[in-house]
């Protein structure tokens, strides 16, 4: 009977050890996924970021990835997540570098970004390449950053091909004018004259005058619309407006500007069907259609204008965490299985200018990631000592 008690006492010890060896894992942070994600769709031989959808990098990707990554202090370290270099030389090489007069695509997209390598060029691919270089340029400790540069020149031609004669500027060159791709363009001229101020930037816009006449012909009451010839105002059109004349004036002596602060405080959505759209901003008046893209333009205005501190803080920071999409990345509204770079970008940037992105991406459980047990190597040693046991316990037991 001996044999019988320690094969009872040898099982009992094994057992023990086996529910010390199954450790339970934690959900992943936010902060976690995001990163994989970010990670997952870098190309280190072009030195950029590339959508899900392929393997092709694009201006907008990299400029979400790296938005991200600075919003999160990541571009400080030292050595950083990637080459920064390599980096702006990839934005470079996405900058439209022909002239042809007698090539009609060469006029239009002269001196802007191209999405991806000989790819359309838009305003707002423009308007992220710019703010992709201000990111890079800014890490001037990193060797060979301040050696690569854009055409600033060319990308003065292309502003120039955007604005119409009504003042106004259009996405492309040739079609009718929105008051968001001139605030995009207004905001380039911005950037530019920052970068290189012997450039004179500014020489390069036509007409003043008719700029500001045509953004005053946008709005609404205290409010705008994409247009003037839009049917009505939208919180975007709002958002762009006040920050387009903040570049001519001082942002507080705009008119009206305590009205339009207000209607768009108004948009924010503290009810709702479903709660994971409280807290987001609707587009229009009653629309109730909370989505990212508009949150996202309210929280830059009223930050610029310094009424963010009458947002519903707790409520917005939990819908832009309510974006995170499933594979890690952000979409425009909750509960999608993809999302992209660009909102990824926003999302921390909309984080820091409310709290901390940092502090509270890490401090949060990434719902699609969730925790369970581990099993480590521990557990198939213990396995076999438990099979060898089993075995010398039997003939233990026969033996008796």
């Known amino acids: 009977m001996k044999r019988v008690k320690v094969f009872t006492i040898a099982i009992a010890f094994v057992l023990v050890l086996i529910a010390a060896s199954a450790q339970p894992v934690a959900a992943a942070s936010r902060s976690d996924t995001l990163n994989s994600y970010i990670s997952s769709r870098y190309d280190a031989l072009r030195g950029g970021y590339s959508p899900p959808r392929d393997s092709v990098v694009r201006v907008d990707a990299t400029y979400g990835a790296i938005l991200a990554l600075d919003e999160l202090g990541s571009l400080d370290y030292r050595p950083p997540p990637i080459n920064l270099t390599k980096a702006l030389e990839s934005l470079t090489l996405r900058q439209w570098s022909t002239n042809n007069p007698f090539n009609e695509l060469d006029q239009e997209r002269y001196g802007g970004f191209s999405e991806f ?27 060979g950053i301040n050696a690569e540069n854009i055409n600033a020149t060319a990308l003065l031609v292309y502003l120039n091909r955007t604005q119409s004669t009504d003042g106004g500027f259009s996405s492309k060159p040739g079609e009718n004018p929105d008051i968001l791709s001139t605030y995009q363009g207004l905001a380039i001229f911005e950037m530019l004259d920052d970068f290189n101020p012997t450039l004179n930037a500014w020489d390069w816009l036509v007409n003043e005058t008719a700029t500001l006449e045509w953004i005053a012909s946008c709005r609404e009451d205290n409010v705008f619309k994409l247009s003037p010839e839009s049917y009505t105002a939208s919180l975007t059109a709002t958002a762009a407006g006040i920050m387009a004349l903040s570049i001519f004036q001082g942002v507080l002596t705009i008119p009206g500007l305590q009205e339009a602060n207000e209607w768009i405080l108004e948009r924010q959505m503290l009810s709702a069907d479903s709660p994971d759209y409280i807290g987001g901003f609707e587009e229009g008046n009653g629309t109730e259609d909370a989505n990212f893209a508009t949150t996202y333009y309210a929280l830059k205005a009223l930050d610029l204008t310094g009424a963010i501190s009458a947002v519903n803080e707790s409520a917005v920071i939990d819908f832009i965490l309510n974006c995170q999409a499933v594979d890690g990345s952000w979409g ?13 970008g926003q999302a921390c940037e909309l984080l820091n200018i409310l709290d901390n992105a940092r502090a509270i991406l890490a401090s949060s459980e990434d719902p699609n990631s969730p925790g369970g047990i581990y099993l480590d190597w521990r557990v198939f040693v213990v396995g076999g000592i438990l099979l060898v046991a089993l075995v010398l316990a039997i003939v233990s037991v026969r033996m008796d």
């Open 332 to 344: 425009n509204i909750p509960g999608l299985e993809e999302g992209t770079l660009v909102y990824s």
């Open 117 to 143: 390598l000989v790819g359309p060029v838009t305003m707002e691919m423009t308007f992220m390449g710019m703010i992709l270089h201000q990111r890079l340029k800014a890490q001037s400790d990193y060797p």
